[in-house]
């Protein structure tokens, strides 16, 4: 049975805005949803809070708060919120929908990766956890099913469910929260957490993408946990004989039992794996793993919240790929040539042909003398140097330094170069020059005054004051207009980095108190809605109800919670009651004709006079059994 249909929030209006088409996903916390923004006309996902966990104020409150602090993480691989409300019991979060697949899926498909397409896919997913690691959060969850590859081959970083700000207690009670495969020694021992133990998870799901496999394996996830706690992570190379040294060196760098050795946070991480990738040669880029292609794949461990499409959609990703199959390239090196056919003596050559073939061969060896000679050299790895470390490096290679250009860089750190012109391990004539190009360290902006404006005029303030529009959260006022802006997080004239995402406090106006219609009919329910400031949307479903076939059997939002004016409110109609057949319970025992009536679906009342006080046998009742009564409804039983 396909349990969508029986889900009540699809084909819901949610908030009188989010038109819910399919569930997708369902979490511990949340279940997530395939939605239409109906005013922006979008498609996006909600994250709707169990029922469960939303009568719990306390939950709610830092569900909300979280929210909020990952909404400002305006980073393009990150999957943003864009805005978060409560309809009823449901408290929900309108997030970017990304259709696409999951790295875990890709690593089914195609095994072990080449390093180029490991670090293609690694180091978006530092940027974004960078962002999050200066920001004050550390995500917790890091494993492949939650990196998300899109369509059009953007990566992003997915549930930050587990987010928690980095100066508050982290420590869990009883559970360690995160795959075992991806946890930090610490994150078991202890049940804390920094952003280490997400250093710690980039650098086993690197090792995954060399090898096609995991580190540590075992029976149970407890062997997993101790394996963890007493065993380093081997070296790549272990798996994958010929991989690059300092690829092996970046696993043990971030993979370190102790917290202290690994890099401090995913930014400095970035880092190492950009001077990394400077080291390596094209060659060992492009090497292809044995592992590649592997269909087997343990993941008995592994759980995700993210439903992913099908691999038919993945996108051609660079990984295992040359530019035409290796195979057909080595056949028509191999194949040998054909016989020439035999010729008699060569004719006589002339001086002139003879001198020229002389000169032609003279000419190709100079050539190939000079190209070998030392005129030429590769541009040496500078990435992550100070400008200092740069210039002596090309000096000692023997080239010059060219024009030096700065820009600002959230990822790299100030003073050191976040790029080169011609670019590292490229072939460049002795004495040439190359230009760097230095980090100055993130930009910093201040937050404009937006109290006031309409939001789209307060989004475009933000974005010529190089911030970017977070979270929209919309609040009752009196004293705001509706659309209008009452407050912004961070406040006005915060100094922060450009690009942050700041979010926005937005009216919904005055409130309305939405009025009880349930049991009235249509036509008197929508009038006195509309009376109220508030739109009518009928839902397409019918359902049973105790109310009679076209009366209102239930609304959303529910009587006597509070709307803005111009909100929609979903009117379920009433099929009638359900019809149920009355069991014959004349002849027996009061107990027993109670029983059988309730387990039917009847409120029982007795009706035992004045010679029924003393009675235990049922002479009569309301309706004869084998006909039918409306579900719910009281049957009468008499006694004597």
Not at 208 to 231: C, F, N, R, W
Not at 258 to 267: G, I, K, W
Not at 275 to 290: N, V, W, Y
Not at 410 to 418: E, F, S
């Amino acid at each position: 049975m396909d349990t969508t249909l029986q889900d009540p929030l699809v084909g819901q209006l949610l908030d009188g805005r989010y038109r819910v088409d399919a569930r997708i996903a369902v979490g511990g916390m949340a279940t997530v949803y395939r939605a239409v923004d109906t005013r922006l006309d979008r498609v996006l996902a909600l994250k709707v809070m169990h029922p469960a966990l939303a009568t719990d104020g306390t939950f709610v409150e830092r569900f909300i708060r979280e929210a909020k602090s990952v909404a400002r993480l305006a980073h393009p691989n990150v999957v943003q919120v864009f805005d978060q409300g409560a309809d009823g019991s449901y408290v929900y979060l309108a997030m970017e929908y990304v259709s696409g697949c999951t790295l875990r899926d890709v690593l089914r498909e195609r095994g072990a990766l080449q390093p180029r397409a490991a670090l293609d896919i690694l180091e978006p997913v530092l940027a974004a956890l960078g962002a999050a690691h200066r920001a004050g959060f550390v995500h917790r969850d890091m494993k492949p099913e939650n990196v998300l590859i899109g369509d059009d081959g953007r990566v992003k970083v997915a549930d930050f469910g587990l987010v928690r700000a980095v100066d508050t207690v982290t420590s869990t009670t009883g559970s360690v929260l995160g795959t075992v495969s991806y946890l930090a020694p610490e994150q078991i021992e202890q049940g804390s957490a920094d952003p280490r133990v997400d250093v710690y998870a980039c650098g086993v799901v690197l090792y995954e993408m060399l090898t096609g496999a995991k580190p540590h394996s075992g029976d149970s996830p407890a062997q997993v946990l101790y394996k963890h706690i007493h065993d380093d992570v081997p070296p790549p190379s272990a798996a994958v004989p010929g991989l690059a040294y300092e690829l092996d060196e970046l696993v043990a760098s971030a993979t370190s039992r102790t917290p202290d050795v690994r890099p401090h946070d995913a930014v400095a991480l970035l880092a190492q794996v950009r001077e990394a990738r400077g080291a390596l040669g094209a060659d060992q880029l492009d090497a292809i793993p044995p592992q590649a292609l592997t269909a087997e794949h343990d993941n008995a461990d592994d759980r995700t919240s993210v439903i992913p499409r099908a691999l038919t959609a993945l996108r051609q990703l660079p990984v295992n790929e040359d530019d035409e199959p290796r195979l057909n390239r080595t056949s028509r090196l191999q194949a040998p040539p054909a016989p020439a056919p035999r010729r008699s003596a060569p004719p006589r050559r002339t001086m002139f042909t003879i001198i020229a073939a002389v000169l032609l061969v003279l000419g190709v060896g100079t050539g190939v003398w000079y190209i070998n000679s030392g005129q030429f050299t590769k541009v040496p790895p500078l990435l992550a140097k100070t400008e200092a470390e740069a210039k002596d490096r090309l000096a000692d290679a023997g080239l010059e330094v060219g024009q030096i250009e700065h820009a600002y860089s959230d990822t790299v750190k100030r003073g050191t170069v976040i790029s080169t012109d011609p670019a590292p391990g490229a072939r460049i004539r002795q004495n040439d020059s190359v230009a760097l190009t230095i980090s100055d360290g993130p930009e910093i902006v201040k937050v404009p005054d937006l109290a006031g404006y309409r939001l789209d005029k307060a989004r475009d303030l933000l974005k010529d004051s190089g911030l970017e529009p977070g979270m929209v959260t919309r609040e009752f006022s009196d004293d705001v207009t509706k659309g209008f802006v009452i407050s912004s997080d961070p406040q006005t004239g915060t100094k922060t980095r450009a690009g942050t995402a700041i979010a926005l406090t937005v009216s919904k106006g005055s409130p309305v108190d939405v009025p009880d219609v349930t049991g009235r009919d249509l036509d008197d329910a929508r009038d006195e809605l509309q009376e109220a400031g508030l739109k009518v949307r009928i839902a397409s479903q019918r359902v049973n109800s105790e109310y009679d076939a076209g009366q209102v059997a239930r609304q959303s939002p529910q009587a006597d919670s509070r709307a803005a004016e111009g909100d929609t409110v979903t009117l379920t109609l009433s099929k009638g009651p359900e019809m149920v057949e009355v069991p014959d319970v004349v002849g027996d025992s009061v107990d027993e004709a109670r029983q059988q009536l309730e387990d039917a679906g009847f409120q029982v009342d007795e009706d035992r006079g004045l010679l029924g006080l003393f009675g235990d046998e049922v002479q009569g009742q309301s309706v004869e059994g084998g006909e039918t009564a409306p579900k719910g409804s009281t049957i009468t039983i008499e006694i004597g």
